[in-house]
């Protein structure tokens, strides 16, 4: 473990904000949080790089923010990608053995071989996911190495990702002189931080809900089922409470974080709401009950699009552990409850564990992708894994360095 940097670093780059959370890996082998830091999110839309300017420049800054925290400097980093770049796909194949035991080497094989399924050349794999094995006609086996066969196979979920996007991702971390230690799929690194073992051996489904996508990522018998995402979220509520209520959209996100409720029956009052006007006009005063209105048929609306998704899969039966909600717009009083009554099933919220240090900080669902890439990189660093070869090392902590020297002195 020592030719590795025990220091992980997740940058998450979503619609609403731009997050880094900095750990180390201790002598026996934790998780510690050392660093975050988190600005609004600048040039991305739907979870798309739409401005790449912008975008560099908001991670320009919350790295110097998560530097400044930790007290050491930042090289690179685990970046999630996810939103409808990211789709998954269950796919079976096969090698021919002669007869002889199945080796470490030939399961490596069968996995490179799943790795080459792809929807189309516009797609790149991210991540292999075994989900059974089969040597011969004896299907089921978790690890076949050491048995005797003449034909292995594997069943698996290939995690994919847009090649157009992932260059994208990769130009604007260059620019940021930032080196790419793994590009990770946002619901796999969300579901890491949040679900417990146990949630993954009885099957359930984890929705990350964000500013402006709703990753879902299904799991059974201890691995993943199913991933993709939905370009739905928490801004697609304050655009709604801005044309239903007539109010410029900061206001609606001002109105939606203060008074939102995701269930009408939690307002129990007959409040009015002094509500800001659009243009000139003067502050108009709105019923709690109607914000309530127009929260709640937005949000049954995204879970039931969430779970569309679910049973178009085939999943739907397979929840024994119900499902959990996690990210940003998951925190809204009622969240839990509206997804209840969607799923008709147990609902919880889902927040990182498995980690030390700053705790207080990062205790929130708000950071889950942020913990999940880093815990994903401290879970390769101890398997030995290494890093991607676009790895920059020392000279971009420099350039920046010297970027944020010159800027100082302007």
Not at 227 to 236: A, C, D, P, T
Not at 366 to 383: E, H, K, P, S
Request: hydrophobic share 40%; with cysteine.
């Amino acid at each position: 473990m020592g030719k590795y940097n025990k220091q992980l670093v997740g940058l998450d780059l979503g619609s609403t904000k731009v997050s880094a959370v900095v750990g180390e890996v201790t002598l026996e082998g934790d998780l510690e949080i050392i660093g975050i830091g988190s600005r609004p999110s600048k040039g991305l839309r739907k979870g798309t790089i739409v401005d790449i300017n912008s975008t560099v420049e908001v991670i320009l800054k919350v790295v110097e923010d998560a530097e400044m925290m930790a007290g050491t400097r930042i090289d690179a980093v685990y970046v999630g990608i996810g939103g409808g770049q990211v789709d998954s796909l269950t796919t079976e194949v096969s090698m021919e053995l002669a007869g002889k035991e199945v080796t470490q080497r030939d399961m490596q094989q069968v996995i490179e071989m799943a790795r080459s399924q792809t929807p189309s050349d516009q797609y790149e794999t991210l991540h292999v996911m075994p989900i059974q094995y089969r040597l011969d006609e004896e299907a089921g086996l978790a690890n076949p190495i050491g048995r005797t066969g003449t034909k292995l196979g594997v069943s698996a979920q290939v995690i994919t990702a847009s090649e157009p996007a992932i260059e994208m991702l990769r130009k604007v971390l260059n620019q940021a002189k930032l080196g790419v230690q793994a590009i990770v799929a946002q619901p796999l690194a969300s579901a890491r931080a949040v679900l417990t073992p146990d949630e993954r051996d009885m099957g359930v489904a984890l929705l990350d809900i964000g500013g402006g996508t709703t990753e879902i990522a299904v799991y059974g018998a201890g691995t993943m089922r199913h991933v993709s995402g939905l370009v739905v979220g928490g801004n697609h509520v304050t655009h709604d409470l801005a044309v239903g209520l007539r109010t410029p959209v900061t206001e609606a996100e001002r109105i939606k974080r203060q008074y939102g409720r995701a269930l009408q029956s939690l307002i129990d009052t007959d409040d009015m709401i002094a509500v800001q006007g659009l243009g000139a006009k003067a502050i108009q005063l709105i019923p709690h009950k109607l914000i309530g209105e127009i929260i709640e048929c937005r949000v049954e609306e995204s879970f039931a699009l969430a779970w569309e998704r679910i049973h178009q899969q085939g999943l739907h039966a397979s929840l024994s552990a119900g499902v959990v909600i996690t990210g940003g717009a998951s925190v809204m009083p009622g969240m839990t409850q509206a997804a209840e009554a969607v799923f008709e099933m147990p609902v919880r919220l889902g927040l990182p564990a498995q980690i030390s240090g700053l705790t207080d900080l990062v205790n929130t669902p708000m950071y889950a992708t942020g913990v999940g890439l880093a815990l994903f990189g401290r879970d390769r660093l101890l398997a030995g894994e290494t890093y991607d070869a676009d790895h920059r090392g020392l000279s971009g902590a420099f350039h920046r360095m010297t970027a944020w020297v010159q800027r100082f002195f302007e």
